[in-house]
């Protein structure tokens, strides 16, 4: 079946604009997580979504940063305003539940660079 | 909060050499941990996980113990190829801290012919 997917694959802004990062997670898949990898940080959580709620957004950074996730599927990312620092790979995963054995499946990532 | 610690790379070796990338983690509950791994130009894969103490992952060759002891797991394999040239990364997961993995920075693997 198809994995977790992700668009753009890559994205070049200006520093101010807004950018909308889409994910498209295992159908069936309750559990969404957004995480970014960044060459300075490593690869950090961002937000969790349980169906379309988010009760876990301890890792945005910033209010710039906000996400939603609609019919309990597609999820975006919205960062405002966008900032040099902001250049990352920005990672969705799902998996079936929300539980610590559940097993995240990855897409390929949107590579974002801020100019 | 909870952490993971993996050596730092990169780690080169010749076909056919051990591999060993050392893994420890902190961690207040009983976590499951889990090696993933991302291949040239590819994103993140689930390598193999375990999710209790003295459990033994493996996949491809590569195997890793949880050792609840020492707080480690180590991954293994005992003959690498040009092919597992690729960044590793060790993860664990644990209901206290929410369920999201929690990464080591990485370990770059470079295996020659």
């Known amino acids: 079946g198809a994995g977790v997917s992700q668009s753009p694959s890559n994205k070049v802004t200006e520093k101010g604009k807004d950018v909308e990062l889409r994910c498209d997670p295992i159908?069936?898949?309750?559990?969404l997580y957004w995480y970014r990898q960044s060459l300075g940080q490593g690869l950090e959580f961002l937000i969790y979504?349980?169906?379309?709620?988010?009760?876990?957004k301890s890792g945005l950074p910033s209010d710039r940063f906000s996400a939603e996730r609609t019919g309990g599927s597609v999820s975006t990312l919205t960062i405002q305003r966008t900032q040099q620092e902001d250049s990352a790979v920005y990672l969705c995963?799902?998996?079936?539940?929300?539980?610590?054995?559940?097993?995240?499946?990855f897409g390929p990532g949107t590579r974002l660079l801020v100019l | 909060g909870d952490s993971v610690t993996q050596m730092e790379g990169p780690v080169t070796l010749s076909e056919e050499a051990f591999l060993t990338i050392n893994c420890t983690y902190t961690?207040?509950?009983?976590?499951?941990l889990f090696w993933y791994v991302q291949y040239p130009g590819e994103g993140l894969q689930l390598l193999l996980k375990?999710?209790?103490?003295?459990d033994k992952g493996s996949n491809k060759g590569f195997e890793a113990t949880y050792r609840k002891e020492t707080t480690s797991f180590h991954l293994e394999k005992g003959s690498v190829q040009v092919s597992d040239s690729a960044v590793y990364f060790c993860?664990?997961?644990?209901?206290?801290?929410?369920?999201?993995?929690?990464f080591g920075a990485g370990t770059i693997l470079r295996v020659k012919s």
């Open positions: 995963a799902s998996s079936l539940y929300r539980g610590v054995q559940e097993t995240q499946y």
């Open positions: 159908s069936g898949h309750t559990a």
């Open positions: 979504f349980q169906g379309n709620s988010a009760p876990d």
């Open positions: 961690a207040t509950g009983y976590p499951s």
């Open positions: 375990a999710t209790k103490a003295d």
């Open positions: 993860a664990l997961s644990s209901w206290e801290y929410g369920n999201k993995l929690v």
